[in-house]
């Protein structure tokens, strides 16, 4: 059962996230939602095989192609935690301010840039080596995703040189409504 860490890690009565149940056929969906918890990080989600795949980037994911980020592979989610936004309260799971930083589609790809299937996408996943093309506000194109050897949790997202990609240092941060919003003066 993908969903049963998921659950076993929350009091469904105490946190607004949505309770695991596993979905049906992949719309191919991607999220990245910012995630203020006790350690500030990034939640890059997959829509595969009836869950969220999903990863943990402590430092946000990069367009620039020479930063390798560190993507810690978590507990599958529910499809429905795709449009999850709010806040965890304390004492549970997660504790802390959930947004949504970036959302879209994605398309797996073979080596020559071919889509995938679902079920291939999935298998490239188990052998530890998935390459996607982003569809999204901030992600834009090739991507891949691979996990570090003899590793079960440990992978690196890096994106790939294209015409998406940028040579300037990336900061997600900068590019977070959560910053933006912190900046605004509210009158009294
Ligand atoms: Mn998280």
């Known amino acids: 059962m993908a969903l049963t860490t998921y659950n076993k890690k929350r009091n469904f009565k105490a946190t607004p996230e949505p309770e695991g149940k596993e979905g049906k056929k992949s719309l191919f969906r991607f999220v990245v939602q910012r995630h203020d918890a006790s350690h500030l990080h990034y939640d890059f989600r997959l829509e595969l095989g009836g869950v969220l795949k999903s990863w943990a980037v402590p430092k946000g994911p990069s367009m620039n192609p020479e930063d390798k980020r560190l993507a810690?592979?978590?507990?599958?989610?529910?499809?429905?935690?795709?449009?999850?936004?709010?806040?965890?309260?304390?004492?549970?799971?997660?504790?802390?301010?959930?947004?949504?930083?970036?959302?879209?589609?994605?398309?797996?790809?073979?080596?020559?840039?071919?889509?995938?299937?679902?079920?291939?996408?999935?298998?490239?996943?188990?052998?530890?080596?998935?390459?996607?093309?982003?569809?999204?506000?901030?992600?834009?194109?090739?991507?891949?995703?691979?996990?570090?050897?003899?590793?079960?949790?440990?992978?690196?997202?890096?994106?790939?040189?294209?015409?998406?990609?940028?040579?300037?240092?990336?900061d997600s941060e900068k590019l977070s409504k959560a910053i933006s919003k912190k900046t605004v003066k509210k009158k009294k």
């Open 72 to 170: 810690v592979m978590v507990e599958d989610h529910p499809v429905s935690y795709i449009g999850f936004e709010g806040k965890i309260p304390e004492g549970n799971y997660g504790a802390g301010r959930v947004e949504i930083w970036d959302k879209g589609v994605f398309i797996p790809v073979n080596k020559e840039l071919e889509e995938m299937t679902e079920q291939e996408a999935l298998q490239a996943l188990n052998k530890g080596e998935l390459k996607i093309f982003l569809e999204g506000g901030k992600l834009e194109g090739e991507f891949i995703l691979i996990r570090f050897k003899n590793d079960e949790k440990n992978w690196l997202l890096i994106k790939h040189k294209d015409e998406y990609a940028v040579s300037e240092k990336y």
